[in-house]
């Protein structure tokens, strides 16, 4: 007994005395296991939460594309019935075959992604140019000028809508995919996103470019685009979107059926008295597909495109 006493002793001694080493006994880690576990159970908590919420809000923003999805496999009386059948009693797979032969969807998608490639071009192309300008040359003025500028975004583009329509009447554009895209060929918003975007890269590469002779458009064009390929990417994602699902420009400028986008094509199947709400449906999902590629292939640029577009003001 006298033994066991004594060597219980010299245990407890030893966990409690540190280590000639210098790192922590048995017992200041199991201390310091004790004060990390409420830290840790609470940061555990906290992430379970936030990862709750950002499911609900995934959830709550795929419910009208599920929704859209299984619409276009209904018959029209079927579409807005309630309670809402989110599984068609019986598939109708002949809406993805019908709607190509009812109206000239083909025509409608080639107008669409026309518009959107020539658009997107144009923007990535004027607003690089104009915000390498703005961050990276100084003249007098430039920060005033940069603030007038991206304070156009302010201004409703119903405020000057009929002034342009008058412009474009005046110089014969009208019913013309022209007036569209000299309208939509400068955007502030692009010169606001490729400009944050510049101000994170360093002046001493464009300082160092000069010296060595380069011009202003060598620098832009062999300096800085090959470091903002997040930011391009960025600018013709969004581009893209914003000029395939816009209404209401081609609604005001294109009159002839052979010039409407995808977006005018399905109006068509809105009649007097009722809607092809079935065939509706079908043509979003189709008209879908194509920017739901493009953001699949350029995901990872557009991502950190949008991350980093504000580290630096």
């Not at 995901?299 to 991350?307: L, N, P, S, T």
Request: net charge positive; aromatic share 12%.
């Amino acid at each position: 007994m006298t033994n066991m006493a004594e060597d219980l002793k010299a245990t407890h001694i030893t966990d409690a005395t540190p280590s000639p080493s210098g790192a922590p006994s048995a017992e200041d880690r199991r201390r310091t296991d004790r004060k990390r576990s409420p830290r840790e159970a609470k940061k555990r908590t906290a992430n379970m939460v936030i990862y709750g919420v950002l499911v609900v809000l995934v959830v709550a923003l795929m419910v009208p594309f599920i929704w859209m999805l299984s619409s276009s496999l209904k018959e029209n009386n079927q579409v807005l019935t309630v309670p809402i059948q989110w599984i068609p009693q019986e598939f109708v797979w002949s809406n993805y075959t019908d709607i190509w032969t009812r109206i000239p969807m083909m025509g409608y998608l080639q107008n669409s992604l026309y518009l959107a490639v020539i658009i997107t071009c144009l923007q990535v192309l004027t607003g690089s140019l104009a915000a390498y300008g703005f961050s990276k040359v100084r003249f007098p003025g430039r920060d005033v000028l940069f603030l007038a500028y991206i304070g156009t975004i302010a201004v409703p583009w119903q405020a000057y809508m009929v002034p342009q329509y008058i412009m474009m009447q005046n110089l014969g554009l009208t019913n013309s995919f022209n007036a569209l895209i000299l309208l939509q060929a400068f955007g502030a918003f692009g010169v606001f996103l490729m400009r944050q975007y510049y101000m994170t890269i360093p002046d001493e590469l464009c300082e160092a470019a000069r010296i060595d002779g380069l011009s202003e458009y060598g620098i832009w064009a062999r300096v800085i685009l090959p470091l903002s390929k997040p930011a391009l990417a960025s600018l013709a994602l969004l581009t893209f979107v914003n000029t395939w699902n816009d209404y209401m420009g081609p609604f005001i400028y294109l009159t002839s059926n052979r010039l409407w986008t995808v977006q005018l094509g399905l109006r068509s199947f809105v009649g007097q008295f009722d809607a092809e709400y079935a065939m509706i449906m079908t043509g979003s999902v189709i008209s879908v597909i194509p920017i739901l590629i493009i953001f699949l292939i350029g995901q990872r640029y557009f991502i950190q495109g949008i991350a980093t577009s504000g580290m630096k003001g």
